[in-house]
């Protein structure tokens, strides 16, 4: 199993940035997949940015060229970092373990961490 305990939230206005952490517990770290995934009120939980253990990153679109994410696998954490950020970004953001599946990257662990709340607003 591993515990994920994600930073970095907070209020920020149109056009800001931030920068989110995930620090994972457990040696199995640097053998997955991560991701980012937000939740807004009234919505499902997305899947907004992977990284794989080699690197390789993947966006939604409606963050592409904003959002950048990154892995030190030293450290066991990954990282968001948001630019350009909009209302539409408001959201609970969590942080995950991978695995690949025929329908596209899903949660390893039946398991999510407090997430850190992220709220752009004027």
């Known amino acids: 199993q591993v515990q994920l305990v994600e930073s970095g939230g907070g209020l920020v206005q149109p056009g800001g940035s931030l920068r989110l952490s995930c620090a994972a517990s457990g040696s199995i770290f640097s053998i997955y997949a991560m991701g980012w995934y937000r939740q807004a009120p009234g919505k499902q939980r997305e899947l907004v940015a992977s990284?794989?253990?080699?690197?390789?990153?993947n966006y939604g679109d409606s963050v592409k060229g904003r959002f950048t994410i990154s892995r030190d696998n030293a450290k066991n954490s990954v990282y968001l970092q948001m630019s350009d950020l909009k209302p539409e970004d408001t959201a609970v953001y969590y942080c995950n373990v991978l695995k690949p599946s025929s329908t596209g990257w899903v949660t390893k662990y039946d398991y999510w961490g407090q997430g850190t709340q992220v709220t752009v607003s004027s």
């Open positions: 990284i794989t253990t080699s690197g390789y990153t």
